[in-house]
Every structure is written in C-alpha cells, then in structure tokens.
C-alpha cells in the first residue's frame, strides 16, 4: 500500500459569524469550532481550522478565507469541508447549489454537522446502508406478519374482525343468502328493499356484500 493511500482523510473545519452575529454566544466561532472539532475527532480525521470573522453569508464573494479553503479542497491537500450548517457557507441558493456541484467534480466532500449532511463516500455509503436496511425490515416486517397469521390459523385463531353483536343477524343473514346462491347484487337489492342498513348504517352495493362473504371472519364462521 502506497503512503497516499495510508493518508489520513483531512477536513477544513469553516466556522464564520457576521458583524451581527459575533455577540450572539450560540453562533460564535468558539460554538461553531467545538461542534466541528468534536465531529471530526469521532471521524478519525486530521482537521485545519478556518476561521472567517465579521464576513456576511449572503455569498462567497468577497469571504477570502472560504475562496482559500476550496482552492485547497480542489488541489486535493483537503478532503472534506465541515461546516455546522449550510447558512455558514452561504446563505445564497446559487451558491449552495455550485458548491455541490464543485465538491462532486473535483472529488471532495462536504459535511454538515448540524443538518446531518454527508455527501463523501462513507456518508455516501451509510444512507445507502440505512435505506437497505429500511427496506430489509419493512420486508421481515410483511414476513413475520404472514407468518403469524398462517400460524394462527393453524391453531384455530379467528383471524378476521369482531362482527358487533346488533349487526351480527344481518352479517349471518347475508352469508346464508350467499350460501343459497343468491347473487351479490340480487342480496344488496333485498336489503336495500328492507331498509336493512349496513355496519356503518349506509346503503347496500354488491361490493359491500362481497365484503362479507370473502373476509376471513366470514371464512371463520362458516368453518
């Protein structure tokens, strides 16, 4: 293994505040270069601080500091940009947007400690890795949910829903209609003529009747 490859990943840590900001303690640069520090030093990353004070973020024109660290970034003697938000960098959307553009083509990254923004390999890696994961579970999920049922079913559970017991007749009613080769819709024009409501106290329709007679609480009374 050559000696670049054994180079640790190296981070510009870019922490700013404008003339309004420096009195406020939470966006200060002490605050911002502790977060980032902290971030780093659980990376495993080697970390050169750059700090731009009294700079406003309305674009990256005029921030030397900034215009310094993404030659550096592009020269490869960085690997990544760390700021704790985006708002540090730029508060400008086209800028925001050429800067990803510009950290994908010239092959650095851009971390974001605040708003949980990763886009170099590793963090490239673990979103991917999450939502493979994601994907897994909610599979499993559908899985040992199958599974469950078709061991109820083994045991003799009932497995559809509780009929109320004032619907109950009416539910019986339309499974016995059904068994004696009454058609869907001949059984919702019966009860409809009857003024029979339905579960819910609305109007009969063929597709209400099959409903009944296809849902496994129907399977489990015939049974």
Not at 45 to 50: A, G, K, S, T
Not at 135 to 155: L, N, P, S, Y
Not at 169 to 179: E, I
């Amino acid at each position: 293994m050559s000696p670049a490859s054994e180079r640790t990943t190296k981070a510009l840590l870019y922490v700013r505040v404008s003339t309004e900001e420096q009195a406020d303690k939470g966006a200060s640069l002490e605050a911002q270069e502790q977060a980032l520090m902290v971030e780093a030093v659980r990376r495993g990353y080697d970390f050169e601080v750059v700090r731009e004070e009294g700079k406003s973020a309305k674009s990256i024109q005029g921030r030397d500091k900034l215009v310094e660290a993404l030659d550096l970034l592009d020269k490869h003697k960085a690997d990544v940009l760390m700021a704790v938000r985006m708002d540090r960098l730029s508060r400008d959307v086209g800028d925001v947007a050429a800067l990803m553009r510009r950290s994908k083509r010239r092959g650095w990254g851009i971390i974001l400690s605040g708003e949980r923004i990763d886009t170099t390999p590793d963090g490239e890696f673990r979103t991917h890795l999450d939502a493979a994961l994601a994907q897994r579970e909610r599979g499993m999920i559908g899985v040992r949910t199958r599974e469950g049922m078709a061991q109820r079913k083994a045991e003799g559970k009932h497995m559809g829903r509780s009929v109320d017991k004032a619907f109950l007749p009416t539910y019986q009613r339309v499974l016995s209609l059904h068994a004696d080769g009454e058609s869907l819709n001949a059984i919702a024009r019966m009860l409809n003529s009857e003024d029979v409501p339905t579960a819910k106290g609305g109007k009969w329709y063929p597709s209400t009747v099959r409903a009944i007679v296809t849902s496994e609480t129907a399977k489990a009374l015939v049974a």
